[in-house]
């Protein structure tokens, strides 16, 4: 019979979902808000993560606000190269072979000198720790959904100019209630054109349309959450016969009301229709957990077996773009955890 309960930390996985400031741990930030006089809000400073609630304009304002105060604190260039060892660190504690950290520069350019600065500061710190700590890393460039389509433009062309400095891909973050994905259009044609996947957030906080709008007008290859597509069956038929790979983030899913509690989520809908899925841990910082917790919680709360835990863990590395060595080499490693 075989043996279930093995350690999900040792199983071989690639993390497709985490955002830059979201992945600072805790302990990092209230030294780094010391260093500089940061007067953090009170959310922040707790030994538990912030409540949330994001399903309504009040409770995304508020969920930005408190990211807005994290990233305050990364002003120098050692802050960066802190924050992305960290959280390199981490991500090999929890098994994590192939992270792909996503991140907006035009967020932390005022402090470090410019967009082009910062996106050098950025990729430099991602090549150090990849090298310091031996985890593939790579770098997924994201525009906002809140700011202008041509802002998006200017950045896809930017992301493109530096692909051969360890960008793979391009995305659409931040509140997917406001911005039509269509309006994007252009800044993902010219990501792609120049060899990037296309990974825009969707399926979050509004429902299939979103999925089927980064779909359509956006030629998603992978989709940021893409939850709610189970409350759809063509959906979910078209994105396994597609292979688009959804990155899941259970923990923020339930963090910020999508639904009430882990049951919920609907990981057991899209694993039996066949639809890849990524799991990721979004913004531990304010969710307050990682990568392994979130494979603790399909085991936990959905009944996943070993045997398909493992399957997820072939999913993310299949939809990451880590070179085919790479990917083979995690892939064995998921076949020995299995074995073992």
């Known amino acids: 019979m075989e043996r279930e309960g093995r350690d999900v930390r040792q199983l071989p996985k690639a993390h497709l979902h985490l955002h830059f400031t979201g992945s600072m741990r805790p302990t990092t930030l209230l030294e780094l808000a010391d260093k500089y006089g940061v007067r953090l809000p009170e959310a922040l400073t707790g030994a538990e993560p912030p409540k949330l609630r994001a399903t309504d304009e009040r409770g995304w304002f508020r969920f930005q606000r408190l990211y807005d105060a994290a990233r305050s604190c990364l002003r120098e260039p050692e802050d960066i190269q802190r924050l992305v060892r960290e959280a390199a660190e981490e991500d090999i504690a929890d098994g994590s072979g192939w992270l792909e950290i996503q991140v907006d520069p035009t967020s932390y350019a005022p402090r470090l000198g410019g967009l082009i600065p910062a996106l050098e500061i950025i990729l430099d710190a991602v090549d150090s720790a990849s090298r310091e700590t031996g985890l593939g890393m790579r770098v997924l460039v994201a525009a906002n959904r809140m700011k202008h389509p041509l802002d998006a433009r200017t950045l896809a062309r930017l992301a493109v100019r530096y692909a051969d400095r360890g960008i793979v891909g391009f995305g659409l973050s931040n509140d997917e209630r406001r ?24 399926g979050e906080l509004t429902g299939p349309s979103s999925v089927r709008d980064c779909l359509d007008d956006l030629e998603a290859h992978r989709i940021g959450h893409g939850v709610r597509a189970a409350e759809d069956p063509r959906l979910l038929r078209r994105l396994a016969e597609s292979g688009v790979t959804c990155e899941v983030c259970p923990a923020s899913n339930v963090a910020l009301g999508v639904y009430e509690k882990p049951a919920d989520v609907p990981l057991r809908t899209l694993f039996d229709a066949g639809v890849p899925m990524a799991l990721g841990a979004d913004d531990p910082l304010l969710f307050g957990s990682r990568l392994a917790a979130q494979y603790e919680l399909v085991r936990r709360h959905h009944g996943f077996t070993d045997a398909e835990l493992g399957e997820l863990a072939r999913q993310s590395i299949r939809g990451s773009a880590a070179p085919e060595e790479v990917k083979e080499k995690l892939l064995g490693g998921v076949e020995d955890w299995l074995a073992a």
Do not use: N
């Open 179 to 202: 911005g039509m994905a269509r309006d994007f259009d252009r800044a993902f044609a010219i990501a792609r054109e120049g060899g990037l996947l296309s990974a825009p957030h969707g």
